[in-house]
Nanobody, 119 residues
Framework: QVQLVESGGGLVQPGGSLRLSCVAS????????MGWYRQAPGKQRELVAR???????NYLDSVKGRFTISRDNAKNTVYLQMNSLKFEDTAVYYC?????????????WGQGTQVTVSS
């Protein structure tokens, strides 16, 4: 059972920055992908960014150029650096990975960390 713990959220003004961290209970090298999702009130959970073991990244269009996902395998940690934050970035941010089994894809989620962008 994989455990993921997020931290780094908080209240920030528009244009400000935050760095989110996700610490996994086992080597993140075991997973092909690690990702960050977010969910705002009344909205669907959406993929914000993901990173592969090879370093390939994908980003939600609205965060391209502002957010950067990275990993530190030695620390079992994935980061999301968020710059130039906007009101619409307000959401609960979740760390995610998944495994495949006989029943299909199984996702693992952190508890979430709140990011609030407000003036």
């Amino acid at each position: 059972q994989v455990q993921l713990v997020e931290s780094g959220g908080g209240l920030v003004q528009p244009g400000g920055s935050l760095r989110l961290s996700c610490v996994a209970s086992e080597s993140i090298f075991s997973f092909n992908y690690m990702g960050w999702y977010r969910q705002a009130p009344g909205k669907q959970r959406e993929l914000v960014a993901r990173i592969s073991n090879g370093g390939s990244t994908n980003y939600l269009d609205s965060v391209k150029g502002r957010f950067t996902i990275s990993r530190d395998n030695a620390k079992n940690t994935v980061y999301l650096q968020m710059n130039s934050l906007k009101f619409e970035d307000t959401a609960v941010y979740y760390c995610n990975t998944y495994t495949w089994g006989t029943s299909g894809r199984r996702d693992y989620w952190g508890q979430g960390t709140q990011v609030t962008v407000s003036s």
